[in-house]
């Protein structure tokens, strides 16, 4: 009997540790299988912003490339525009024979200049007779003028100009306004304003 009990404690004992046996293996694999799970993902997001940040910066240099090409010149071109200045003032105030040989050169000389510029992108703004623009003329005086309509670009003091899409040098202008009308008297007001004033001082 005793034999018999001892036997049954050992069957039961025997289940419970095999069945704390066989549990314990699939706990640990699925915790395991989780591990891995979470950090291949993790993996993948950090190589997924890698990217991302890699491909930002091939744009930004790309696009930091193709400026130096298209507005390396941009100093260089800006420097040059006192020298053509001086001799397009030159050309105005060029007195005596307009055919000399030194007004002739002059004159040749700053054609030659204007068609290389124009070759590497350099233009000149139009001003004078056009409506007045703010992103490309810089309003220096109001001139009263009844021959133009207003906001028009009356005159111009020193060409602007432009390098490729880009405003290199404004235009220094006057603009347009309309001449203000100078209130007619009427010689009745006056008569009273005379009377009033008279009549104060007794």
């Not at 018999?4 to 699925?30: C, G, I, T």
Request: negative net charge; hydrophobic residues 35%.
């Amino acid at each position: 009997m005793e034999d018999k009990d001892k036997q049954d404690n050992r069957e039961e004992h025997f289940e419970e540790d095999d069945l704390e046996l066989v549990d314990e293996p699939a706990s640990a694999e699925e915790a395991e299988a989780s591990g891995r799970n979470a950090e291949a993902e993790d993996l993948n997001n950090k190589y997924l912003r890698l990217y991302a940040d890699f491909e930002n910066y091939r744009k930004r240099v790309n696009k930091d490339k193709e400026d130096l090409i298209r507005y390396g010149n941009e100093s260089l071109l800006y420097e040059l525009l006192p020298a053509i200045d001086n001799l397009e003032l030159a050309m105005k105030h060029a007195t005596g024979d307009v055919n000399s040989g030194l007004v002739q050169g002059v004159e040749v000389t700053l054609k030659e200049l204007q068609r290389t510029l124009e070759k590497f992108g350099l233009t000149r703004i139009e001003a004078e007779g056009r409506q007045f623009d703010p992103a490309v003329h810089h309003a220096m005086s109001r001139v009263e003028r009844a021959d133009i309509p207003e906001q028009m670009v009356a005159q111009e003091f020193r060409a602007g100009y432009r390098y490729r899409d880009k405003v290199l040098r404004p235009s220094l202008v006057a603009v347009s306004i309309q001449p203000q009308k100078k209130e007619e008297q009427d010689p009745d007001s006056v008569e009273i304003k005379i009377k009033n004033t008279i009549e104060e001082e007794k």
